[in-house]
C-alpha cells in the first residue's frame, strides 16, 4: 500500500515490460528445467546417436557390438529418466517434449543408417518412421482438441520388439548362443533383429489403427456433446 493505504496499480500483461518480465521468467523456468536430472538424461540419449552412429560407420564385429552397448545404454536412460522425473516430481515441458524427441531420433537415425548396409530394408523403414509422424500429428491434433489417448497394448510391444530388434541389427555378426539348456549353435543376429523389426512393424501398424480410431471415436463423441448441449 501507498501512504494514502490504496494497493499499487496491477501490471498491465500487454505491456512491453510484463511481456519482457514474461518471457524472463519462461527462459528461466526452461532452464532449471534442462538441469533437472530427468532431462540431463534425455540430454545425455540424444548425445549418444552420433556415437552409435560413428561405431556403427567402421562397421567392424567389434565396433559393432559396442554401438549395440551405446543404444541398450541409451534405451536404459530412457526408462530411467521417466521414473525420474515421476519419483521426484519433476515432469516439466521441456522434458515432455525432449523426451519423445530423443527416442524417435535415436530410432530413426539407427535404422537409416543401416538401410545402405543391408541389415534391414528401407521399405520397412520408410514405414515405421511414417507410423510414427503420422500418430505424433494426431497427438498434437488431439491435444488442441482437448483429448487424450493413452497408449495401449500394441504400442508398448511395438518399443520393445523395436528396441531388441535393432540392438540385434546392431551386432550384425553371427555370434554363438548358448544358453545352458538350449544351445542355439552359430546364430545371424541380422536375421533376427529383421524378424523382429517385421514384428514390430505390425505392432505398429496395428496400434496406429487403433489409435485413430479411437480419436474418431473421441471426436465423434466431443461433436455429440456440444451439438446437444
Not at 508398448?156 to 540385434?168: D, E, R, V
Not at 546364430?187 to 505398429?204: E, M, Q, T
Request: proline share 5%; aromatic share 8%; glycine share 6%.
Amino acid at each position: 500500500m501507498d501512504a494514502d493505504g490504496r494497493l499499487p496499480p496491477l501490471p498491465d500483461p500487454l505491456s512491453p515490460l510484463s511481456r519482457r518480465t514474461r518471457a524472463r521468467e519462461a527462459r528461466r523456468t526452461l532452464w532449471q528445467d534442462a538441469k533437472n536430472l530427468p532431462n540431463m538424461l534425455t540430454f545425455l540419449r540424444i548425445l549418444m546417436i552420433p556415437a552409435v552412429l560413428v561405431l556403427l560407420d567402421r562397421g567392424a564385429p567389434r565396433d559393432c557390438y559396442w554401438a549395440a552397448w551405446v543404444y541398450a545404454l541409451a534405451a536404459i536412460t530412457d526408462l530411467l529418466d521417466g521414473w525420474l522425473a515421476r519419483y521426484q516430481g519433476l515432469v516439466s515441458v521441456l522434458g515432455k517434449f525432449l523426451d519423445p524427441l530423443a527416442d524417435k531420433l535415436i530410432v530413426a537415425a539407427t535404422l537409416v543408417w543401416m538401410v545402405p548396409m543391408g541389415r534391414i530394408p528401407a521399405w520397412a523403414v520408410v514405414l515405421l518412421i511414417s507410423r510414427e509422424i503420422t500418430i505424433t500429428a494426431l497427438r498434437s491434433i488431439a491435444s488442441t482438441e482437448g483429448i487424450v489417448i493413452a497408449a495401449g497394448e500394441g504400442g508398448k510391444a511395438k518399443t520393445a520388439l523395436q528396441m531388441i530388434g535393432i540392438i540385434c541389427l546392431l551386432l550384425g555378426y553371427p555370434y554363438t548362443i548358448n544358453l545352458g539348456i538350449i544351445n542355439f549353435g552359430r546364430v545371424d543376429l541380422v536375421h533376427v533383429g529383421r524378424v523382429l523389426i517385421y514384428c514390430s512393424l505390425f505392432f505398429s501398424i496395428w496400434s496406429a489403427a487403433r489409435y485413430m480410431g479411437l480419436f474418431v471415436d473421441a471426436i465423434d463423441a466431443k461433436n455429440k456433446a456440444l451439438e446437444s448441449s
